[in-house]
């Protein structure tokens, strides 16, 4: 089962990524990346399509069209169920058109429902140093667009008309500045350098609109700092400040602070503030890891956690190169740090009584929040 996807440029850049199922680590791209950049096993050569292990079975997609679906489909039990074996060549046993089917709901008497979905998503990197100052930032950034319209209307999608791309663009204070963007294919730029205006006729299904990345100071949406004190000769305390810096009327969501604790750690006892709802704590053993989880938190709100460690045996170093840094994820729908904006989103009408529903929604997540101790 694939765990990421991505597609870099060739200084790095995040064009295309996918993060399927959680369980790698933050900023896979990057080691990727610096793999292949410096490879120097065989100097003759360029790396290898594979390092680890896993080997791909097929690519063409008119087979992979094949397998990926919507509808819940019977599997007859005599189909083998070796991990190759998806990918053997035979009898369908789904239909290939299944994949640009809708999946939403049809409106009474069967008719299908006419929707569009426009997400900026922004996945944010932030590095702090132990006083709580910014070190590096940046945002990776697409727009994203699922469309369940019939005909094949021409749409058109208006941003930021102060947006501004690289500092040849450069549109006044207050701007939006991208470092980068790209486009899809089915994007007309026509009067994009004139108003920020794009117009496209969508295919079915979802796709990338646009991507862009920002280097730009930006205001983070979480301050972060961790404080580690040795209180004894086997004991140390650990406390962790989160503050949310934006509007109380936004909330955040499963939001996860980790810290690496160190090697000698036997045993942790946790204390929350008075009051915590939904918050959850707990010390992973094997990898020696604190864990705090807090469902939900409400923009303005500061929230804190102490931690009083002890150790197996007495720790000969300082203590503070032995634990963190600390990291956080979190998903914060209705809000974007860029203030990247869809001023409007307009359809080319077939008649008076065609008005189909049109969603636009911003998320922001955590691709690398770091604070150093």
């Given at each position: 089962?694939?765990?990421?996807?991505?597609v870099?440029?060739?200084?790095?850049?995040?064009?295309v990524?996918?993060?399927?199922?959680?369980?790698?680590?933050?900023g896979s791209p990057?080691?990727?990346?610096?793999?292949v950049?410096?490879w120097?096993?065989?100097?003759d050569?360029?790396?290898?399509?594979?390092?680890?292990?896993?080997?791909a079975?097929?690519?063409?997609t008119?087979?992979?069209?094949s397998?990926?679906?919507?509808?819940?489909?019977?599997i007859?039990?005599a189909?083998?169920?070796?991990?190759?074996?998806?990918?053997?060549?035979?009898?369908?046993?789904?239909?290939?058109?299944?994949?640009?089917?809708?999946?939403?709901?049809n409106?009474?008497?069967?008719?299908k429902r006419?929707?569009i979905?426009?997400?900026?998503?922004?996945?944010?990197?932030?590095?702090f140093?132990?006083?709580?100052?910014?070190?590096?930032s940046?945002?990776?950034g697409?727009?994203?667009?699922?469309?369940?319209?019939?005909?094949?209307?021409?749409?058109?999608?208006?941003?930021?008309?102060?947006?501004?791309?690289?500092?040849?663009?450069?549109?006044?204070?207050?701007a939006?500045?991208?470092?980068?963007?790209?486009?899809?294919e089915s994007?007309?730029?026509?009067?994009?350098?004139?108003?920020?205006?794009?117009?496209l006729?969508?295919?079915?299904?979802?796709?990338?609109?646009m991507?862009?990345?920002?280097?730009?100071?930006?205001?983070?949406p979480?301050?972060?700092?961790?404080?580690?004190?040795?209180?004894?000769?086997?004991?140390?305390e650990?406390?962790?400040?989160?503050r949310a810096?934006?509007?109380?009327?936004?909330?955040?969501?499963?939001?996860?602070v980790?810290?690496p604790?160190?090697?000698?750690t036997?045993?942790?006892?946790?204390?929350?503030?008075?009051?915590a709802?939904?918050?959850?704590?707990?010390f992973?053993?094997?990898?020696?890891?604190l864990?705090?989880?807090?469902?939900?938190?409400?923009?303005?709100?500061?929230?804190?956690?102490?931690?009083?460690?002890?150790f197996?045996?007495?720790?000969?170093?300082?203590?503070?190169?032995?634990?963190?840094?600390?990291?956080?994820?979190?998903?914060?729908?209705?809000?974007?740090?860029?203030?990247?904006?869809?001023?409007?989103?307009?359809?080319?009408?077939?008649?008076?009584?065609?008005?189909?529903?049109?969603?636009?929604?911003?998320?922001?997540?955590?691709?690398?929040?770091?604070?150093r101790?």
């Amino acid at each position: 089962m694939i765990s990421q996807f991505f597609v870099l440029s060739q200084r790095g850049d995040n064009i295309v990524f996918r993060d399927y199922r959680g369980e790698v680590q933050k900023g896979s791209p990057e080691t990727f990346f610096r793999k292949v950049k410096f490879w120097k096993e065989d100097a003759d050569g360029d790396a290898p399509p594979v390092f680890d292990f896993g080997y791909a079975q097929t690519t063409s997609t008119e087979v992979l069209k094949s397998y990926v679906f919507n509808e819940p489909i019977v599997i007859e039990s005599a189909l083998p169920l070796g991990p190759a074996s998806i990918f053997m060549q035979g009898t369908k046993r789904m239909p290939g058109t299944a994949i640009t089917k809708s999946v939403v709901a049809n409106e009474p008497g069967g008719r299908k429902r006419e929707e569009i979905f426009v997400d900026v998503i922004e996945k944010i990197s932030v590095t702090f140093n132990s006083s709580g100052f910014i070190l590096t930032s940046e945002i990776d950034g697409t727009i994203q667009m699922k469309s369940y319209l019939t005909g094949n209307p021409e749409i058109r999608l208006a941003l930021n008309e102060d947006l501004s791309i690289g500092t040849s663009d450069y549109r006044g204070s207050g701007a939006v500045i991208l470092d980068d963007c790209n486009f899809h294919e089915s994007v007309h730029l026509d009067s994009f350098d004139i108003d920020r205006t794009l117009s496209l006729v969508p295919p079915d299904g979802e796709f990338p609109v646009m991507n862009y990345r920002i280097t730009q100071a930006f205001k983070p949406p979480f301050r972060i700092n961790a404080l580690i004190e040795e209180t004894g000769p086997l004991k140390a305390e650990v406390t962790i400040k989160v503050r949310a810096e934006f509007n109380s009327s936004i909330n955040a969501n499963t939001v996860l602070v980790q810290m690496p604790l160190p090697t000698f750690t036997a045993r942790v006892n946790f204390e929350l503030e008075p009051g915590a709802v939904g918050h959850t704590t707990d010390f992973k053993e094997a990898n020696k890891r604190l864990e705090w989880g807090l469902k939900k938190v409400v923009g303005g709100s500061e929230h804190t956690l102490r931690a009083k460690l002890t150790f197996s045996q007495e720790l000969h170093g300082n203590i503070m190169k032995e634990a963190g840094p600390l990291s956080m994820t979190f998903t914060i729908p209705m809000y974007n740090s860029s203030r990247l904006q869809v001023k409007y989103l307009q359809i080319a009408k077939k008649s008076k009584a065609h008005n189909p529903y049109r969603w636009v929604r911003y998320v922001t997540q955590a691709n690398s929040y770091v604070a150093r101790l």
